[in-house]
């Protein structure tokens, strides 16, 4: 469970893969009778990915398959050209009947049209038109150069610290307060929020927010424990209830096809070219599989930098060796490796629960979270799937694995490893059973929001920071329309 | 040769997060593989790397001259100079090694734990079969210690721990050589220049897997 206790947040090192959660990922209890329902339909999420995509600039294609949504013409940027280990997997996945599609990321191929896309995010708002063609402007399309996971300098990967904080900083309406730690939300008499109480990370001092209104966006976790550390919106009972992560499992092969290619740069936009989404949905639905939701597929493969992973772990190759031939042999197998990592959807069970540990408290005297686990066989199943999957792709592209594809138990990663971390607070139709409505909104306390990934109350295989990003977007419509009625 | 500590602390953790793409590569099986753990006291945070650092700080190193020889000695064993490159030691590889296992993280904590005995077991092993010091023997003579150890599916039960001190250390040498730009020249990795336009791979790249 991963914190990331910095200005941006987890935008600083997400790998800016940003699906769309599809139709049937809105109502899965409708579809397979598992987890919740959504109090909304994707038709009320649609055009706020839309405004997300075009605001931060994400690459892909439509392809029109099922329960993965086209975004509308003109959104999407270009996707970058498939590497050679892409076009490789696409081919022998086919023979799978796997679909490989190009990927969606949050990089720009092309610069942002700053001519056309500010009027569509800002209608009638010529301030913020012009704030934000100017930054959008300042972004340059990517140079296929140093890893976005280091931070990008010419602004062409989305992170908010160079995409959402420098324009928000031109408005003139947004001040940041860094090295705070919030304890807690306060009440004013009455009902309803009045601000925070945070500690100075630098000298402990403990200080006050006043705030006509609050949102936290915490990440998920961290808004559940100062939620419970308030003592506030939790008449349902329900908060740290149904935390989700993302089911991961891994597997990867050596292609022998791959080896002694003539060098050439295959960089790219650091990242996943191309995907697959998941492509059983019928059999699913139709209980063939043995377990109830499913996963995409992000691979990786070629001469990427070299690291602490080039030219290590080659006995199973090679029989262990050293010297000239051991040189050799790395120039051989570098580059001829295929990883295959799925990513699937849990389903929110009673035995997954995050609440405040009785004792153990952080060094500013703030209890901490303790968490409960457990998967269940709908989530190790589906491991199990995805390692067959993956082993019959590098078999059918002739590779070899070093190991047997392993079971789901013990492929499947530790909750809190993927963090895709979701729940805990999640919204829905009943006040007694969420503890927010569709828009973020506390049912006790109306002026209190929460726009982080706490509210999800599915977490379907499609990474959720575009999900949160664009409940962040359809909440702050909400909350300036009630701002603006007087009702806040 | 030795290089100053901003650098090596920069090549250290450069090397560190350059995992490929997905963290796909960090969960396959070997020595990849992440020690997730951490330790119950943590570490602080990551020391500054704008800043000049010396000698001592932000942490001790650990190899002293005897051991820095060793270190060396079995660096360039594994990766010795060929007609395409010079050696692990000579691109600074035993500094490299220095700043890892003397680094707090959880993963570089549990790397010390098998290269520090390790050191001092092949010490030990040349001095027994050979009456020398590692660094001092002949090149054959390495080479016969070499051999019992470089395969930890083929060593022999007794040499069990030494192997996976080998296969340890040889993952490390290859990982600090091959972040080098030495060693990124050497291996083919011609990434990680500037581009207008990423045109994929080039026609003769996808004839020769059946593409084109």
């Known amino acids: 469970w991963w914190r990331a206790r910095m200005l941006g947040g987890r935008t600083n090192h997400w790998g800016r893969i940003s699906l769309r959660n ?58 970058p050209k498939p590497r050679v280990s892409d076009l490789l997997v696409r081919k022998h996945a086919a023979k799978l009947k796997v679909p490989v599609i190009p990927g969606h990321r949050a990089v720009l ?58 324009p928000a900083m031109a408005t003139g309406n947004l001040d940041i307060v860094t090295d705070a730690m919030v304890r807690a939300v306060t009440k004013r008499a009455g009902g309803g929020a009045d601000g925070v109480i945070y500690i100075d990370r630098r000298t402990g001092a403990e200080h006050r927010a006043k705030a006509r209104v609050v949102v936290l966006a915490a990440s998920a976790l961290e808004t559940v424990r100062i939620l419970l550390n308030s003592g506030v919106a939790n008449g349902s009972g329900k908060v740290g209830k149904y935390i989700m992560d993302t089911v991961g499992a891994n597997f990867g092969g050596q292609v022998p096809m791959l080896e002694g290619l003539p060098p050439h740069n295959e960089d790219g936009v650091d990242g996943g070219h191309m995907y697959v989404p998941w492509w059983l949905y019928k059999e699913q639905v139709a209980g063939k599989l043995g377990f109830a939701r499913g996963y995409h597929i992000e691979f990786d493969g070629g001469k990427t930098m070299p690291g602490m992973g080039t030219g290590a772990g080659l006995e199973w190759l090679n029989g262990g060796n050293y010297g000239k031939k051991f040189k050799q042999d790395a120039r051989r197998y570098y580059g001829s490796f295929v990883k295959f990592a799925g990513r699937g959807e849990m389903i929110p069970n009673d035995d997954c629960y995050a609440e405040l540990d009785p004792t153990t408290k952080d060094k500013f005297g703030i209890p901490v979270l303790r968490f409960h686990w457990k998967w269940s066989d709908h989530e190790t199943r589906q491991a199990a799937h995805m390692q067959k999957t993956f082993a019959e792709i590098i078999d059918a592209m002739g590779g070899r694995m070093a190991t047997p594809p392993q079971s789901g138990e013990k492929a499947i990663k530790q909750g809190g490893i ?29 002026n209190l929001f929460i726009t982080d990934g706490a509210t999800l109350c599915s977490n379907a295989d499609k990474n959720p ?13 909400h909350m300036l329309g009630l701002m603006k009625r007087k009702e806040l | 040769m030795s290089m100053d500590r901003r650098t090596t602390l920069k090549w250290m953790f450069a090397a560190a997060a350059t995992v490929p793409g997905l963290d796909a590569l960090a969960d396959t099986p070997g020595p990849q593989a992440r020690d997730v753990a951490g330790t119950q006291a943590g570490y602080g945070t990551d020391p500054a790397l704008m800043k000049e650092w010396h000698a001592g700080g932000p942490w001790p190193l650990t190899l002293g001259a005897p051991a820095r020889l060793t270190t060396a000695a079995l660096c360039d064993l594994i990766i010795p100079a060929d007609e395409v490159s010079p050696s692990a030691s000579a691109v600074g590889v035993v500094d490299f090694i220095d700043e890892w296992i003397s680094a707090p993280y959880p993963q570089q904590r549990a790397d010390r734990t098998i290269i520090l005995p390790g050191l001092t077991w092949i010490e030990a092993e040349a001095q027994a079969r050979f009456g020398n010091s590692f660094a001092a023997l002949e090149s054959v003579q390495r080479e016969a210690i070499a051999n019992d150890v470089c395969s930890v599916g083929k060593a022999a039960p007794q040499s069990a721990t030494a192997a996976r ?26 990434g990680n220049v500037p581009l207008a336009k990423f045109d994929g791979p080039p026609t003769e790249v996808l004839k020769k897997v059946g593409l084109a």
Not at chain 2, 167 to 189: C, E, N, Q
Request: charged share 20%; net charge neutral.
């Open chain 1, 109 to 166: 191929t092309k610069k942002l049209d700053d001519a056309r896309i500010p009027k569509l995010l800002h209608p009638g708002n010529a301030k913020a038109q012009k704030i934000l063609a100017e930054d959008m402007r300042a972004r340059a399309a990517c140079f296929f150069a140093t890893p976005c996971g280091r931070g990008c300098s010419i602004r062409a990967n989305y992170q908010s610290t160079t995409v959402h904080l420098p």
């Open chain 1, 418 to 446: 993927i963090i895709h971390e979701v729940g805990g607070a999640i919204m829905g139709d009943d006040p007694a059973k969420s503890v927010t409505n569709s828009f973020g909104q506390s049912w006790e306390m109306k």
């Open chain 1, 465 to 477: 920071t575009l999900t949160i990003m664009a409940l962040a977007w359809r909440a702050a419509e």
């Open chain 2, 165 to 190: 001190f080998f296969a340890k250390f040889r993952d490390l040498t290859a990982g600090g050589f091959y972040s080098t730009p030495v060693g990124m020249k050497d291996i083919g990795y011609v």
């Open chain 1, 22 to 79: 599809g139709p049937y990922d809105f109502k899965p209890q409708t579809r397979d009778g598992l987890g919740f329902d959504w109090p909304m339909g994707y038709e009320d999420l649609a055009p706020f990915y839309d405004k997300v995509e075009m605001l931060i600039g994400v690459y892909g294609s439509n392809e029109g398959l099922e329960n993965t949504p086209n975004s509308s013409p003109g959104v999407l940027l270009p996707p």
